[in-house]
């Protein structure tokens, strides 16, 4: 019987189990999907993270194949509104490390354990003395029980340690596209660029070996179909002089948002962290940030568990409300990303402007940069 049973495979499970077994602590991990990797948003990785993931080499790791971004601007028209500057801030790691959530996984999954894969987890049944979890392998059920349960299986998993709409869900009306592409060396390479008009934003990110993401905001309702969705997205970069990546693309993706709080992460030995419990806009970048650090937080708490077969009751009550209040803070940063980035007529355009610019200017500037980079989560 292993200590811990983690439920779900993706950058936060693998860290918490590759952080439990670095701990001495025996873990299996359950994962729906058959392989690794896969088509996902999220790219950044914030400098509270990176501190976190320090001690354990993670950091290291993960700087290596990272593309570092020391600043990002605002711009309107072809001119600069204001700048973020992450290279600024008095932390450890003053930028913005970016790389695909796979290659994420891929460093991730060096030091955790190997997941048992097309494995789907029904149900995780909380009990006294440990958890009951039933789970398909290859379409056969067994049960096994543990003394401890995490689910950090995403938004999909959420209904495994919550009752029907006992947390709520708040759909958006907002759309995005979104698209990868490889680009010619160019003056701002390293910047992180959003790009403000009527129309709505064109937000970029560079990445790894002069790859760039593109994601734009879209219609709500607009037309579905592949290919209209990568016209309408080679429209939005023509339009902000982003021909090359025009040309370059060949399919786009697209993705709502959603927000979810959950107000309790644990049930007795049962746990849930990263989307399972909070979901926030990736407008913003800060989603995953949130459940590597409940992993990175949550792994010493668990470690001295088992060790002393006693829960730490205090100090799991204490990293609860601060992941709780953590994750409702990065919800609004993401909430107000969002309605800055909604398509608006040319007089309320203006204003936005105005307010981009007086927002980003010294010394308030400095504020916001540490907020998109996460220095007010609890934990940074």
Same mark, same amino acid.
């Given at each position: 019987?292993?200590?811990?049973?983690?439920?779900?495979?993706?950058?936060?499970?693998?860290?918490?189990?590759?952080?439990?077994?670095?701990?001495?602590?025996?873990?299996?991990?359950?994962?729906?999907?058959?392989?690794?990797?896969?088509?996902?948003?999220?790219?950044?990785?914030?400098?509270?993270?990176?501190?976190?993931?320090?001690?354990?080499?993670?950091?290291?790791?993960?700087?290596s194949v990272a593309a570092r971004v020391p600043r990002?601007?605002?711009?309107?028209?072809?001119?600069?509104?204001?700048?973020?500057?992450?290279?600024?801030?008095?932390?450890?790691?003053?930028?913005?490390?970016?790389?695909?959530?796979?290659?994420?996984?891929?460093?991730?999954?060096?030091?955790?354990?190997?997941?048992?894969?097309?494995?789907?987890?029904?149900?995780?049944?909380?009990?006294?003395?440990?958890?009951?979890?039933?789970?398909?392998?290859?379409?056969?059920?067994?049960?096994?029980?543990?003394?401890?349960?995490? @689910? #950090?299986?995403?938004?999909? %998993?959420? !209904?495994?340690?919550?009752?029907? =709409?006992?947390? /709520?869900? *708040?759909?958006?009306? &907002?759309?995005?596209?979104?698209?990868?592409?490889?680009?010619?060396?160019?003056?701002?390479?390293?910047?992180?660029?959003?790009?403000?008009?009527?129309?709505?934003?064109?937000?970029?990110?560079?990445?790894?070996?002069?790859?760039?993401?593109? @994601? #734009?905001?879209?219609?709500? %309702?607009? !037309?579905?179909?592949?290919?209209? =969705?990568?016209? /309408?997205? *080679?429209?939005?970069? &023509?339009?902000?002089?982003?021909?090359?990546?025009?040309?370059?693309?060949?399919?786009?993706?697209?993705?709502?948002?959603?927000?979810?709080?959950?107000?309790?992460?644990?049930?007795?030995?049962?746990?849930?962290?990263?989307?399972?419990?909070?979901?926030?806009?990736?407008?913003? %970048?800060?989603?995953?940030?949130?459940?590597?650090?409940?992993?990175?937080?949550?792994?010493?708490?668990?470690?001295?568990?088992?060790?002393?077969?006693?829960?730490?009751?205090?100090?799991?009550?204490?990293?609860?409300?601060?992941?709780?209040?953590?994750?409702?803070?990065?919800?609004?940063?993401?909430?107000?990303?969002?309605?800055l980035g909604r398509a608006l007529p040319r007089a309320?355009?203006?204003?936005?402007?105005a307010l981009v610019r007086t927002m980003l200017a010294?010394?308030?500037?400095?504020?916001?940069?540490?907020?998109?980079?996460?220095?007010?989560?609890?934990?940074?």
């Amino acid at each position: 019987m292993p200590d811990v049973v983690v439920v779900g495979a993706g950058p936060v499970g693998m860290l918490l189990a590759g952080e439990l077994a670095r701990r001495g602590v025996d873990v299996e991990m359950f994962e729906r999907r058959p392989a690794a990797g896969g088509g996902t948003r999220a790219i950044g990785v914030h400098a509270p993270v990176l501190a976190a993931l320090e001690p354990g080499g993670v950091t290291e790791r993960l700087l290596s194949v990272a593309a570092r971004v020391p600043r990002g601007e605002a711009r309107s028209g072809g001119r600069t509104l204001g700048v973020v500057r992450f290279d600024r801030l008095t932390t450890r790691f003053p930028f913005v490390a970016t790389l695909p959530q796979a290659a994420t996984e891929a460093v991730l999954a060096a030091e955790a354990p190997e997941p048992t894969r097309g494995a789907t987890v029904m149900s995780v049944a909380p009990r006294r003395d440990g958890v009951r979890v039933r789970v398909g392998v290859g379409g056969r059920p067994t049960e096994l029980t543990s003394p401890i349960v995490v @689910v #950090a299986s995403g938004a999909g %998993g959420r !209904d495994l340690v919550f009752r029907p =709409r006992a947390v /709520r869900v *708040r759909e958006y009306r &907002d759309r995005y596209l979104m698209a990868d592409a490889p680009l010619a060396p160019r003056d701002d390479h390293d910047v992180a660029v959003v790009d403000l008009d009527s129309r709505g934003v064109l937000e970029s990110f560079p990445l790894p070996n002069g790859w760039r993401r593109f @994601v #734009a905001w879209d219609r709500p %309702g607009a !037309d579905a179909d592949p290919g209209a =969705r990568l016209a /309408r997205l *080679r429209d939005a970069l &023509d339009a902000r002089g982003e021909g090359e990546a025009s040309a370059a693309i060949v399919e786009a993706t697209a993705f709502g948002v959603r927000r979810v709080i959950a107000p309790r992460l644990r049930n007795g030995r049962a746990i849930v962290i990263g989307d399972a419990a909070h979901e926030v806009s990736p407008i913003g %970048g800060q989603g995953m940030n949130l459940g590597l650090l409940d992993a990175a937080t949550l792994a010493p708490l668990l470690a001295e568990w088992v060790r002393t077969g006693i829960a730490p009751d205090a100090e799991l009550s204490r990293w609860e409300r601060d992941r709780v209040a953590s994750a409702r803070t990065a919800a609004r940063m993401a909430a107000a990303n969002t309605a800055l980035g909604r398509a608006l007529p040319r007089a309320a355009d203006a204003a936005r402007r105005a307010l981009v610019r007086t927002m980003l200017a010294p010394p308030t500037g400095q504020v916001f940069a540490r907020a998109y980079s996460m220095g007010f989560d609890r934990h940074a």
